[in-house]
């Protein structure tokens, strides 16, 4: 018998749960947002050039974390926070909306 676990969030799981699962739990924090980054080049569409797509997460690697920084900072009055990943993922899905 197979069990396929696919889970967005194991922050809630135990460690015995996880191990038993035998999977590996990455803390996203830890990770940070540039595998998203690589993930999401790869899933823009196959007629976009492999220049522009490596353009793109060069431009981002040279903003993303300052512009982090800045919202860490100046954005005092968000009414609920936002890990950073969950930014970058919405930074992504504009940028592909405006590529499609």
């Known amino acids: 018998m197979r069990v396929v676990f696919e889970v967005d969030d194991l922050s809630y ?3 015995a749960t996880i191990s038993r699962c035998g ?3 990455m ?3 830890q ?3 540039r595998p998203y980054v690589e993930r999401w080049k790869h899933d823009l569409p196959s ?3 492999n220049t522009g797509k490596n353009f793109l997460v060069t431009l981002l690697e040279m903003s993303v974390d300052a512009g982090l920084d800045f919202l860490k900072q100046h954005a005092t009055q968000v009414p609920i926070s936002a890990p950073d990943i969950s930014l970058v993922r ?3 899905s ?3 909306a405006h590529l499609t």
Do not use: E, R
């Open 47 to 49: 007629n976009f050039p």
């Open 94 to 96: 504009l940028i592909s």
């Open 13 to 15: 799981a135990s460690p």
């Open 31 to 33: 990770l940070g947002w």
């Open 27 to 29: 803390d996203p924090v």
């Open 90 to 92: 919405t930074l992504c």
């Open 23 to 25: 999977m590996v739990y």
